[in-house]
């Protein structure tokens, strides 16, 4: 099992930037990736960014350029480096940590940006 917590996430203004922490716990060791995914009201879910055990990251086309996602040596904590952030971005963000054929996903955060 994989538990996972989100947190950073707030109210910004129009350009600014956040950044989202996300924290494993459990059996970290299982986890071949970590991903982001937002989802806005009355929206389906978006992916944001993903990182790989191996380091191997890929990004949404909206964010691109934008947003960057990164993770300390131990593994057991992704960032969500969010710059130039539009109101377009405003949404609750999702961490899900994936391996050994599960998904487990976290509470969310809810990021707003002010226009």
């Known amino acids: 099992q994989v538990q996972v917590v989100e947190s950073g996430g707030g109210l910004v203004q129009a350009g600014g930037s956040l950044r989202l922490s996300c924290a494993a716990s459990g059996n970290i060791f299982s986890i071949n990736a970590m991903l982001w995914y937002r989802q806005a009201p009355e929206k389906q879910r978006e992916f944001v960014a993903a990182i790989t055990s191996g380091g191997t990251t890929n990004y949404g086309d909206s964010v691109k350029g934008r947003f960057t996602i990164s993770r300390n040596g131990a593994q057991n904590t992704v960032y969500l480096q969010m710059n130039s952030l539009k109101p377009e971005d405003t949404a609750v963000y999702y961490c899900?940590?994936?391996?050994?054929?599960?998904?487990?996903w976290g509470q969310g955060t809810q990021v707003t940006v002010s226009s």
């Open positions: 899900n940590a994936y391996g050994s054929g599960a998904d487990y």
